[in-house]
């Protein structure tokens, strides 16, 4: 049963995943969590053979005499899966169950329905919250596990640690166990963003009270810092990642292979190979989104990397928007001294300009590749790294078509890897091509190094050792994916299965193509041989054994969801999805495919039941998602959320809602216009954004003949820099967008149409979603009347769904909310409550209205009403300062 606790688990910044969508409510304000006193903060992680099981625990106390709310907020590693999920509040405990996604949301509606709020996971994050009665605790466990990938040499394991406050008991404790041995330990500085810049090594930088005690097979890290400690980082205490990086010993040239209760995992990471030349295209978007920053971090990452070209090496680079631009029209040349000088004096001078043609570019640069091959060496590697901010925009826009022919283009032969810089590269088609063309996609962050990011993975894939690696294993059975493309060196290659039925030993064979003959090992492995002892740190054999199993599922649900996501036949991706299922509810992992519940056992709810006759209860639902969901590039578009900080709108005869900025509170108002007005709704100078809205007249209601009524009826968006500026004109008939062309999208028609920075969708029904960039997205929706009476006219609601995008130059109607500073200063006896802003303060009357302050149907709510009288003074400005003078020149 669901459980029914008071103090339900509640949704923040909730995101669709899987072409779905839920009403949410508005997050609440982080800093809540400061009210309560974390007692302690426990990070506990055990590493087996690179194989990562964290458990993170926290409890809070409420030591005030009401209830409080306690949060639960942690970044979570982006390849990690969730394995458990426990609440203890007043000494009962509730579990998390994992189940099938659909089934998880029947359980979700159903709350819903009743009322009731929910939690989930976005995209690497978990935040939930819970009511806590006063004088009570409320403790979070969550645990997550994850397979450490090999870069650069090293393994890295970084885990979360921002209470929010100074901790009386804060500790991280990591253990290494590796069978074949550890070479080295390094504990970084604490990471405080994505940042790799303070991922420097030394003592010095070590955390202070961190303990480490290195042996061969086991290591154990301690950090425990003091609150005096924990204070002098910052006054809300830690702020950051806890990282540590090592490696670990191979002898066997063949790699290391464990085997443990019928399953097996091979670590392949040959040393001492000699690296092997290659021949690789740069492809770079100068589009005019690359304007400004994104173009100087990526000329920085371009001198970096084009100094640490091999002079045996070959290269060439295209650069794009619109047109397409060869370095060198012919075919890659070599990396010679005075060729670099050269290719850093064209990348110093590129400049950004104009749309986007991503189809035209990789073409180009196919045929640069293709062109060179026959005259180069055979073991001269072809690479293509392409880099865009975008989505395709001009020429071939259709991502199948784009997929097809460079699929067609390439030939099997090449490696294309691809860099998605920002929110708005079209990640999903770059992941897909890289699929497609044996090579991965990265995103790049939009940080202050993102430069070091660029130049960072290019030293991943700067040094191939081997190609076409292809790992065969004679009675194994259920294996992972066994074949690669590359191997480069400080990577591992990993694969997992499982021994057939009876096999007494694993026959394992490894192949590849080296710098100047083929690589061919061989080596039997006994099934008894590693299951003889335990290893490392744990004296339990079990647990040491236990990992294999848990890792090969870990690998093979990715690949099965891997697999999904690259097949376009539905009866193959709906197989791969039970498959993908059915191990992810064996194995109690949170993928895409899955959600988690909090459950209430039965014996618990009826004694709950008899403890609070009549009272409907309160179930406790946690939804989970994942990162593998709906974004750019994908099919399906989310229904509208509910989950600005604002809530802005204006509707009706103009009827005005605010959610004050930092409260639960609704401010509305009425102001008077007057036809053929135009009135700025917002305009934001920094990101260009302006909305506009034109008033139609309506007769007055019967005795106010002096009162004059208007609705909207046109909204006008505009966004961008001049160059590159969208309009989009939205009325009772549809939707006009001007902007690298021009649409119309009739209201009857649905439609979904994507642009950098810019997404429409058109329907169901009557709405119009705007998504333009990072955290700004707005709803236009068309009322109409069936069968109108005269004082009735259809027209538009505009609502701010998402407004944390703004900055504080924000202005308008609707936008000047976004940073206001109102105060509420409740009533006093006979004295009415008032609202405060700057010197301004004026009376507020709560009342209930039939409030439309989102898409949903009106409703029935409270909020402070301000007359229209004394608006003027909350606004800043009488109602002509928001009219636009001259609507014609806007």
Request: some cysteine.
């Amino acid at each position: 049963m669901l459980s029914p606790l008071d103090g339900a688990l509640r949704a923040h910044s909730f995101q669709p995943w899987a072409g779905q969508g839920f009403l949410e409510t508005p997050p609440t304000h982080p800093c809540l969590c400061a009210q309560l006193t974390m007692t302690s903060f426990s990070v506990r992680s055990t590493i087996v053979s690179r194989y990562a099981s964290t458990r993170v625990r926290t409890q809070l106390s409420n030591p005030h005499a009401e209830p409080k709310e306690a949060i639960f907020d942690l970044d979570l590693p982006g390849s990690a899966f969730i394995s458990n999920f426990t609440i203890t509040i007043n000494n009962k405990l509730y579990v998390a169950e994992v189940k099938e996604k659909h089934q998880a949301k029947k359980m979700y509606d159903k709350a819903r329905r009743q009322g009731q709020t929910a939690a989930h996971v976005e995209t690497e994050k978990f935040r939930v919250s819970a009511s806590v009665a006063a004088g009570s605790q409320v403790s979070f466990e969550l645990s997550y596990e994850e397979l450490l990938q090999r870069h650069l040499g090293k393994y890295q394991h970084a885990v979360s640690v921002r209470p929010q406050q100074v901790v009386g008991n804060l500790t991280v404790e990591v253990s290494i166990s590796e069978r074949t041995g550890i070479d080295y330990v390094h504990v970084l500085p604490l990471r405080t963003s994505r940042l790799l810049t303070n991922t420097l090594r030394g003592d010095a930088n070590v955390p202070p009270s961190t303990w480490v005690e290195k042996g061969s097979h086991c290591t154990w890290v301690v950090f425990t810092p003091t609150p005096q400690e924990q204070a002098a980082f910052s006054s809300s205490g830690i702020l950051g990642d806890f990282v540590v990086q090592y490696d670990v010993a191979m002898p066997d040239v063949a790699g290391d292979v464990q085997i443990y209760n019928g399953y097996f995992v091979h670590y392949f990471a040959p040393r001492g190979l000699p690296p092997m030349q290659k021949n690789v295209v740069f492809v770079i978007d100068v589009s005019g989104s690359m304007h400004g920053t994104k173009m100087k971090q990526t000329k920085k990452a371009m001198h970096i990397i084009l100094s640490d070209l091999h002079p045996d090496d070959c290269f060439n680079i295209v650069t794009f928007s619109d047109t397409v631009h060869v370095w060198k029209a012919e075919r890659s040349i070599p990396a010679t001294a005075h060729n670099i000088r050269s290719a850093k004096d064209y990348v110093h001078r590129m400049e950004a300009d104009g749309w986007t043609d991503i189809n035209k570019a990789l073409l180009e640069a196919a045929s640069v590749l293709t062109q060179g091959m026959p005259e180069l060496s055979p073991r001269r590697i072809p690479l293509l790294i392409f880099l865009t901010d975008g989505e395709p925009t001009a020429g071939v826009t259709s991502g199948t078509r784009i997929l097809a022919n460079i699929r067609q283009a390439l030939g099997g032969s090449v490696s294309l890897f691809g860099l998605a810089f920002g929110d708005d590269a079209d990640y999903g088609l770059l992941r897909r091509l890289a699929l497609e063309n044996r090579g991965v996609a990265r995103r790049i962050y939009e940080d202050a190094d993102a430069a070091l990011q660029l130049a960072g993975f290019y030293d991943e894939i700067a040094s191939p050792l081997l190609y076409d690696v292809a790992l065969s294993y004679r009675d194994g059975a259920e294996l992972t994916r066994t074949l690669f493309p590359h191997y480069f060196q400080g990577a591992e290659l990993v694969v997992a299965g499982r021994l057939a039925p009876g096999a007494t030993e694993l026959h394992v064979e490894a192949a590849g193509h080296g710098h100047t003959r083929q690589l061919r090992l061989e080596n039997d492995i006994s099934a008894n041989a590693t299951e003889a002892a335990p290893f490392g740190c744990s004296p339990d054999l079990g647990q040491i054994g236990r990992f294999v199993q848990r890792l090969w599922a870990y690998f093979t649900i990715q690949e099965l969801l891997q697999a999904r996501f690259h097949s376009n036949d539905t009866a193959a991706r709906r197989l791969l999805t039970e498959k993908a299922t059915n191990l992810s509810l064996k194995y109690n992992f949170v993928t895409p495919v899955t959600s988690l519940v909090v459950v209430k056992p039965e014996e618990e709810e009826r004694t709950t039941a008899r403890a609070m006759p009549g009272a409907p209860g309160t179930p406790l639902v946690t939804m989970a998602a994942h990162r593998d969901g709906w974004g750019r590039g994908q099919t399906g578009s989310p229904l509208p959320l509910l989950h600005s900080l604002l809530c802005l709108a204006v509707d009706g005869d103009p009827h005005f809602v605010a959610r004050l900025p930092g409260s639960p509170e609704t401010l509305c108002f009425t102001l008077d216009g007057h036809p053929g007005d135009v009135l700025q709704l917002v305009t934001d100078p920094r990101s260009g954004l302006s909305v506009h809205a034109h008033l139609v007249g309506a007769p007055p209601w019967p005795g106010s003949a002096d009162r004059p009524r208007t609705y909207l009826d046109t909204i006008t968006v505009r966004v961008g820099p001049p160059r590159l500026r969208y309009v989009i004109t939205v009325t009772l008939q549809g939707v006009e967008l001007q902007g690298e062309g021009a649409l119309d999208l009739p209201f009857d028609r649905p439609a979904w149409v994507s642009r950098p920075r810019l997404g429409v969708r058109v329907g169901p029904g009557t709405n119009v979603t705007l998504q333009l960039g990072a955290g700004l997205e707005f709803v236009v929706q068309r009322h109409r009347y069936g069968h109108p009476s005269p004082l009735q006219r259809d027209h538009l609601g505009f609502y701010v769904l998402d407004g944390s995008g703004l900055s504080a130059q924000a202005r308008g109607l609707l936008g000047q909310f976004q940073n206001a500073d109102i105060r509420l200063q409740p009533s006093a006896g006979e004295r009415p409550a008032r609202l405060q802003r700057g010197g301004a303060t004026v009376p507020a009357t709560r009342v209930t209205k039939l409030l439309k302050d989102s898409p949903l149907p009106a409703h029935h709510a409270p909020c402070w009403l301000v007359k229209g009288s004394n608006m003027e003074a909350l606004l800043g400005g009488a109602y002509g300062a928001f009219v636009v003078p001259h609507p014609q020149e806007v």
